[in-house]
């Protein structure tokens, strides 16, 4: 989870780089930008801990106990959670 601080700057970080470019035109005022855009990096994160938690389970629920943080473990979490963020955005 992000700090309030954090989500801050990087809304900032991202406003700045969405301002820079010569084809973006914006109609609202910063202040609701930036509001949008910490909405979306909870959002987003919110989901991603969802998506964890999912996997997580999924791979404690395996009957030979694979042992987090060995290579086999980290494996299985990297290809169970790109599957899973996969179904989450069909």
């Known amino acids: 989870m992000l700090s309030e ?3 801050s700057h990087l809304s900032h ?7 820079r470019h010569a084809a973006v035109k ?3 005022n910063e202040e609701r930008v930036l509001k ?17 938690r999912k996997v997580r389970a999924k791979l404690a629920s395996y009957s030979r106990g694979i042992i ?16 899973e963020t996969r179904r989450q955005i069909k």
């Open 5 to 7: 601080d954090k989500a």
């Open 13 to 19: 970080v991202i406003l700045n780089e969405i301002k």
């Open 26 to 28: 914006m109609t609202a």
């Open 36 to 52: 949008a855009i910490k909405h979306v990096l909870a959002d987003e994160l919110a989901q991603e801990e969802a998506i964890d």
């Open 68 to 83: 987090e943080g060995s290579a086999e473990w980290d494996i299985l979490y990297r290809k169970t959670f790109e599957e």
